[in-house]
């Protein structure tokens, strides 16, 4: 029976889930969105978080102003990317919830 017993800090998930790397994913997207809006549409910087929000929130609302091909392709490449972060975050707030390491 000693065999089937192992510690939390054993456990493969423990591992890769990780909160503050889902945060700072989160981060670098928003970095990047930013920059990217700022180089390619020439959006100043509140534009560019406005643009950033509506797009990694899904909200779509409205363009600051119409988008280039390049625009579009990158907004495209934010939504795409937008994706696997969330499914991470999820992931990784549903294993906390579950070993109860948030409360």
């Known amino acids: 029976m000693p065999?089937?017993?192992f510690k939390l800090a054993n456990r493969f998930p423990d591992k890769i889930l990780n909160f503050k790397v889902a945060l700072c994913l989160l981060g670098i997207e928003m970095i990047t969105g930013i920059a990217g809006y700022m180089l390619l549409e020439n959006y100043n910087w509140v534009e560019a978080v406005y643009m950033v929000i509506i797009t990694?929130?899904?909200?779509g609302f409205m363009e600051?102003?119409?988008l280039s091909a390049a625009g579009r392709l990158f907004t495209s490449f934010i939504i795409?990317?937008?994706?696997g972060i969330f499914a991470y975050f999820l992931a990784v707030?549903?294993?906390y919830i579950l070993e109860g390491?948030?409360?």
């Open 56 to 59: 990694i929130s899904t909200v």
């Open 101 to 103: 390491e948030f409360f």
């Open 3 to 5: 065999l089937l017993r």
């Open 93 to 95: 707030f549903s294993y």
């Open 80 to 83: 795409l990317l937008n994706i």
């Open 64 to 66: 600051v102003e119409p």
